[in-house]
């Protein structure tokens, strides 16, 4: 992992937010996404430009001590990588504190805590002085790592476990006490799972509940319009994409445009979208091998498949492929057919257009408007 501490990227911007003693030349973040969110990906957005801070998958702090190679293959960096926030998660404070430390000496800018559901064992027992117990220990856990290394510790979680239990406020003022230098908080509760709408009434208590240290707001944002309200409706500091950096890799450099002129740059055109993939393609080779980083890309290429128009074609025979040739042929075949639903300027005829993306705050408040599609992948939603 490239050394570095402080940092501020590009000499000239004015820090736009700062997480403690790091300065940061963007307030748009890319959320972790545990198999995604991997070193080739956060090169290809910040080669696009606009992200102030990356965060690897979640890392096993006991991995990470039990030094399991996996583990340091999930914290790989490069120098074009910069900064970028290590994601631990575990329970014990001394394994989380320990795991910080090295975390650090390779080189993290930050470290951020998976806080998950915060305070479970509050909503089995319900509330009360359990519920001060369980704040009081996680605040503990915190502060050793806060303690432990220089650089910036910060949290993520829910709003709580269900919409009785939005336990967040209580949780960030608690970690700010002990330290803790931003808030990052998915405005859902555990018991929402991916489903149902974003709160931003949610994350706005979480903001008016710390004193000074920045939150980060996180659910949904698949367009910059959506990053612009969810800022300007809950008071956040800056704003964390998961999914849409997947949809749409340029959603940084486009929201960052976007909040500075007002003006709403277009959608990347499909053939910058195919530029970048296959940049994609070949960090991955760079970073697991060809063979390995093939098999990983099989899911990863249908991502920007789905902004492509008609596809089914597309996706059929990429998850086969096991050679850098094997896409290219892959993706020659798939442009050819393509053309059939081209019109005389070589643009998709606008009924093939894929459907406009909306974050679910953003929908009409009409129940008859269909619900947004944002997939979810399948994983461990008790740590997202
Ligand atoms: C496939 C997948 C993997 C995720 N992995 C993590 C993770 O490792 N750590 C974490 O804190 N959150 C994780 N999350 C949650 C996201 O960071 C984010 O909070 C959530 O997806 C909402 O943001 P979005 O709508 O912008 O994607 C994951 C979500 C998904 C869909």
Redesign the pocket.
Known sequence: MHANSVQTIGATAPAALRLGSLALASNLFL???????NLPFRRVVREIGGVGLC?T??VNARSLLEKRPKAFKLIESHFDDAPLAV?L?GSKPEEMRDAAVIAAAQGAASI?I???CPVRKVCNVGGGSAMMTELNKTAALAQGMVNAVKIPVTA?M?LGWDSDNLTAPDLARALEAAGVAAI?V?G?TREQG?GGT?NLAGIRQVVKAVKTIPVIG?????TPEAAKKMLAETGCAGV???????YDPWIFQRTQAYLQTGQLPPEAAFAERIRVMQRHLDLMVETFGEEMGCRMFRKIAPWYAKRFGPCHEFNKRVVHVATREQFREVLENYQRWRQQFLDEAGELQPRFQPAPLV?SFMRAADPSQPPPH?A????PVE??
């Open positions: 959320s972790p996404l545990a198999g995604y969110t965060t998958d979640l994601q998660f951020d998976n806080m998950g993520k829910r990052f998915h859902r991916f974003v996180n659910g949904d944002v698949v964390s994409i998961g999914r849409g950096a997947f974050a944002l979810v992948p399948k994983g740590l997202w």
